[in-house]
């Protein structure tokens, strides 16, 4: 009686088994790790072992793969929690970069800023300075009717608003990237951000008047 040749049904059941190829990081990271415990087994073999016993290969090879299993899933599960812990950084920073003023203590007028950024100069408090003459930008872009302050508001909506006057919106994102630097970033501020600053918004001052007055006048013409 001759064996039944099975060969039909083995191709039956290879073709519905389909395979995921791991990573090549992590076939890497096992190889190494492969490698590495073979090397510390035989280092133990030879130490304990200096009648020249051999260690059971079926054991050895148990062994090895549930150690390198073990480390791959922690490997898996560190990289994992490293990947979702630095996307949520890089939300959260790029969240706090893009924002305008999210958190305004007082409500000033564009010249009540300008004071404070002064007053904060003279204690070298110069972070809290910039941040000021930012502000001040802000109010002054609202009182004369060319972006209107929210607090929630970004910076490239701000920039956007400006798309018609880009003088003023250049020395403004010049600001507003530096106030993000020193704000959110580790950069430390400097007399020379505050100075820098404060000298962006006097060169935009009069522009950001002029158009104020402008829209003014226009509106006082269209009047019957």
Not at 99 to 109: H, N, S, Y
Request: net charge neutral; glycine share 4%.
């Amino acid at each position: 009686m001759g064996f039944r040749d099975v060969s039909k049904e083995i191709s039956e059941i290879a073709s519905g088994y389909h395979f995921t190829k791991p990573p090549a990081v992590i076939e890497d990271l096992m190889v190494s790790l492969s490698r590495a415990v073979r090397a510390i087994l035989e280092f133990l073999r030879e130490l304990f072992q200096p009648s020249g016993g051999s260690l059971d290969s079926r054991g050895l090879s148990f062994l090895i793969q549930i150690f390198i299993y073990a480390i791959a899933v922690a490997a898996i599960a560190w990289l994992i929690y490293y990947l979702v812990k630095r996307a949520a950084t890089t939300r959260a920073a790029a969240a706090r970069a893009t924002k305008g003023a999210t958190q305004v203590e007082e409500l000033l007028d564009a010249d009540g800023w300008q004071r404070q950024a002064e007053r904060l100069a003279t204690t070298q408090d110069y972070k809290v300075a910039c941040r000021a003459v930012y502000l001040s930008v802000l109010q002054s872009l609202h009182e004369n009717g060319i972006a209107q302050f929210a607090p929630t508001k970004t910076n490239y909506e701000y920039a956007y608003n400006l798309a018609k006057h880009p003088q003023i919106r250049d020395e403004f994102k010049e600001i507003a990237e530096t106030v993000e630097l020193i704000w959110f970033g580790n950069k430390s501020a400097t007399i020379d951000d505050y100075q820098q600053s404060k000298q962006l918004l006097s060169g935009i001052s009069p522009e950001i008047q002029r158009i104020g007055l402008s829209a003014i006048e226009k509106n006082k013409s269209v009047k019957p």
